[in-house]
């Protein structure tokens, strides 16, 4: 299985600064066929069910504010809150779907 | 409106069996795979099961694989995991979720998903 790790675990950013969330592969999801990276991020709040915010790496799911953007190829990608907002706290997980899908351990974001 | 309803959990002692349930609505049922997602407990995701759309693939857990079995009613929207010889460890909150695609050969992302129903594995 591809293994999934996120940096950090947890972290904690002032209201209208920006948050960065780093996803990591144990091996390459872009498809060279297709030329795509075989990945979705997700949000989820305190008592609710994940959320999906981007597909395809860098694909943003209708409804999603603009302030999040996702990037990256190959192995390593990024999801960033430009300016965090209130609503925003939740952990947030990467996963890929190359192979059997499998999920980061989360990351944890909070207001500073 | 897309709506996923799980149901079917509840508290069951080690070595039982129990059958989750998700009813789906608001989209073409059998136009898409879907799947069970579990969240132990101030844990984190992990992927269960999926089938695809009719259900000439489905795929399983190395954690589960042999233990649960996952299949789908189209004519009734439904999808279920029939959860056998249940460990400890199988306790968590267990989501339905739709996926992008069919699912003919692979699966894909996780566009919508259920409340969760719990499921606890205790003597």
């Known amino acids: 299985d591809i293994v999934m790790t996120q940096s950090p675990d947890s972290l904690a950013v002032s209201l209208a600064e920006r948050a960065t969330i780093n996803c990591k592969s144990s091996?390459?999801?872009?498809?060279?066929?297709?030329?795509?990276?075989?990945l979705a991020w997700y949000q989820q709040r305190p008592g609710q069910p994940p959320k999906l915010l981007f597909y395809?790496?860098?694909t943003r799911q209708s409804g999603v504010p603009d302030r999040f953007s996702g990037s990256g190829s190959g192995t390593d990608f990024t999801l960033t809150i430009s300016s965090l907002q209130a609503e925003d706290v939740a952990v947030y997980y990467c996963?890929?779907?190359?192979?059997?899908?499998?999920f980061g351990q989360g990351t944890k974001v909070e207001i500073k | 409106e897309v709506q996923l309803v799980e149901s079917g959990g509840g508290l069951v002692q080690p070595g039982r069996s129990l059958r989750l349930s998700c009813a789906a609505s608001g989209f073409t049922f059998d136009d898409y795979a879907m799947h069970w997602v579990r969240q132990a407990p101030g844990k984190g995701l992990e992927w269960v099961s999926g089938?695809?759309?009719?259900?000439?693939?489905?795929g399983y857990a190395d954690s589960v694989k042999g233990r649960f079995t996952i299949s789908r009613d189209n004519a009734k929207n439904s999808l279920y995991l029939q959860m056998n010889s249940l460990r400890a460890e199988d306790t968590a909150l267990y989501y339905c979720?739709?996926?992008?695609?069919?699912?003919?050969?692979?699966?894909?992302?996780?566009?919508?998903w259920g409340q969760g129903t719990l499921v606890t594995v205790s003597s």
């Open positions: 979720a739709k996926d992008s695609e069919r699912g003919f050969g692979e699966f894909y992302y996780f566009d919508y």
């Open positions: 091996q390459n999801i872009l498809s060279t066929s297709y030329n795509k990276n075989y």
């Open positions: 996963q890929q779907y190359y192979t059997t899908p499998t």
């Open positions: 395809w790496a860098s």
């Open positions: 089938i695809s759309w009719n259900s000439g693939n489905k």
